[in-house]
């Protein structure tokens, strides 16, 4: 066999892969998205930002996305200095923290339905306590915040672990060196976390950010667990034109608006992130 042909073979299986499982349903929907009645339009994209529920749909997936994120790189940072510092039960307290990963978006979301609905465990909590006379409709229509507060709390639960997992294994590979010679010129803990710690640790953080924006932008059975159609999020709008309106159409152009806002923070953590050759360990 020739030997120039065997980097080709070996990459065959994963090209063959990305093209049937990616780069034709892409074609697919963008091809939905851009057409009808087999007519090249933009009639598509003009249906999408003209319904009512547009703005706040595009507007309510922004401020989540906004919001949880930053929480949870920071919780995560947090998590991952802890579990990276113990010398006894370590992997005991990652497997804590990532027991959530086991858990799916809909499980998730009916856990902590199960604590904010009426007759929920919050509600008896806070009448046991005698904080309250009646139980509060914390999901109600009429309480967005308390809406948005709930599904919050629900994501950072649910999908900080993912960002805590690559940020642990980032720390693993920062040599120990760098950090005892910090330590030794007098480098406060803090001073070597912000100096050594976080510049060394940009290729994983660039992973984690952008793999966590991506999902939260994607963020649906939550969602719809937690609030129904009380908090329209994209995801939750592409599923509701497919799906309900029987417009695909429509709905494509909503999965290419979530396409092209996941590749924009791509492009922005990679550049904002990016890691020169000379500096990497």
């Given at each position: ?97 990532a027991i959530p990963l086991g ?160 590749i924009g923070f791509t492009l ?14």
């Amino acid at each position: 066999m020739n030997r120039r042909l065997l980097p080709y073979l070996l990459l065959a299986p994963a090209t063959l892969f990305l093209c049937v499982f990616f780069a034709y349903p892409f074609l697919m929907v963008a091809g939905e998205a851009f057409s009808r009645d087999g007519q090249l339009t933009v009639a598509n994209f003009q249906d999408m930002i003209g319904n009512w529920k547009f703005p706040a749909t595009l507007g309510n997936t922004m401020l989540l996305a906004g919001t949880v994120v930053p929480l949870q790189l920071i919780m995560a940072l947090g998590m991952a200095s802890v579990v990276t510092h113990l010398e006894r039960g370590r992997g005991a307290i990652l497997y804590i923290f990532a027991i959530p990963l086991g858990i799916s978006d809909l499980a998730a979301g009916i856990i902590w339905l199960a604590i904010f609905e009426q007759s929920g465990f919050l509600n008896s909590l806070l009448t046991m306590m005698g904080i309250i006379d009646k139980p509060i409709q914390f999901l109600g229509y009429q309480n967005k915040m308390t809406i948005f507060i709930a599904v919050l709390i629900a994501e950072l639960w649910r999908a900080t672990a993912i960002v805590m997992v690559i940020l642990v294994a980032g720390m693993g590979l920062i040599p120990k060196e760098y950090n005892e010679a910090a330590e030794v010129f007098g480098a406060s803990r803090w001073q070597r976390f912000i100096k050594v710690t976080l510049p060394l640790l940009r290729p994983s953080l660039q992973t984690a950010l952008i793999l966590r924006t991506i999902l939260a932008f994607e963020v649906f059975a939550v969602v719809v667990a937690l609030s129904g159609t009380n908090f329209p999020v994209l995801m939750g709008e592409t599923y509701h034109w497919q799906f309900e309106l029987q417009d695909r159409n429509v709905a494509a152009a909503f999965a290419m608006l979530i396409l092209v806002i996941s590749i924009g923070f791509t492009l922005f953590f990679t550049k904002a992130l990016n890691v020169p050759k000379e500096a990497r360990i």
